[in-house]
């Protein structure tokens, strides 16, 4: 299995709502085994820049490619781009 974390921060915090709302698009998208979009609850004692988590898994690594090929993931991609700041991404496969 393969989880799929991105982490956002908008550029407007008026928007974040609207930016969650089109992320959760993202999730009508075939493939994924578990998908959410949440808000950072901001709760560390270091660092609460994060607005935003986007969180898949996926059985295999071409799930995963199939998703990020889909329309609707380049239609949100090009509606959510000029509404945010920073876009950190990681996937990675679990053990066992």
């Known amino acids: 299995m ?3 974390i991105v982490f956002f921060t908008v550029r407007d915090p008026s928007q974040k709502k609207d930016v969650m709302t089109k992320l959760t698009s993202l999730g009508s998208i075939p493939g ?9 609850e901001k709760m ?5 820049d994060i607005d935003i988590v986007v969180y898949g898994e ?3 690594a071409s799930a995963l490619s199939a ?9 949100t991609t090009k509606a959510v781009r ?3 700041d920073l876009r950190f ?4 496969t679990t053990r066992g």
């Open 89 to 92: 991404a990681a996937d990675f």
């Open 44 to 48: 560390d004692q270091i660092a609460n």
């Open 2 to 4: 393969i989880r799929h």
């Open 32 to 40: 994924p085994t578990f998908f959410e979009v949440r808000e950072n």
């Open 82 to 84: 000029p509404l945010r």
């Open 58 to 60: 996926f059985p295999d």
């Open 67 to 75: 998703y990020k090929n889909h329309p609707i993931y380049e239609a």
